[in-house]
């Protein structure tokens, strides 16, 4: 399917480049989840550039160097955001399993609470 069209981000006044499309996931090495890019921006300090800063289309952003792999393909075994898979859907933009030509698993990641359990005496 190729590269996908990304969002032009709402306060591009502030960024002196925005990307205008990449590939259709991307894989953050900090986190679970493979999400949908929706705007990738290219930060700077002191008039250079330092790291990228990227949105998803769930509403989660991340920044860094070099902890992001934008992909073709989701890597098997992973969970596409299905919060993400939604919005882009709404968006407009062919689902997940349209670009892969085939079923791809989607999930969430929950937080479980192990400490503080009552006890049932």
Known sequence: MGRLRLERPRNAFRYKAFWRDC?????????????????????????????????????NQASGGRNFTFLAEPPEGRLVCAVCEA?????????????????VCKGRVKAVRDCCKEDSQ
Request: glycine share 12%; with cysteine.
């Open 87 to 103: 919005r882009a859907l709404m968006a407009g933009l062919p689902s997940t399993d349209e670009i892969m030509g085939r079923h």
């Open 23 to 59: 590939e259709p996931f991307v894989m953050n090495d900090r986190g679970l989840l493979i999400h949908r890019p929706r705007t990738v921006v290219m930060c700077q300090l002191s008039g250079f550039p330092s790291h990228i800063g990227v949105s998803y289309y769930c509403g």
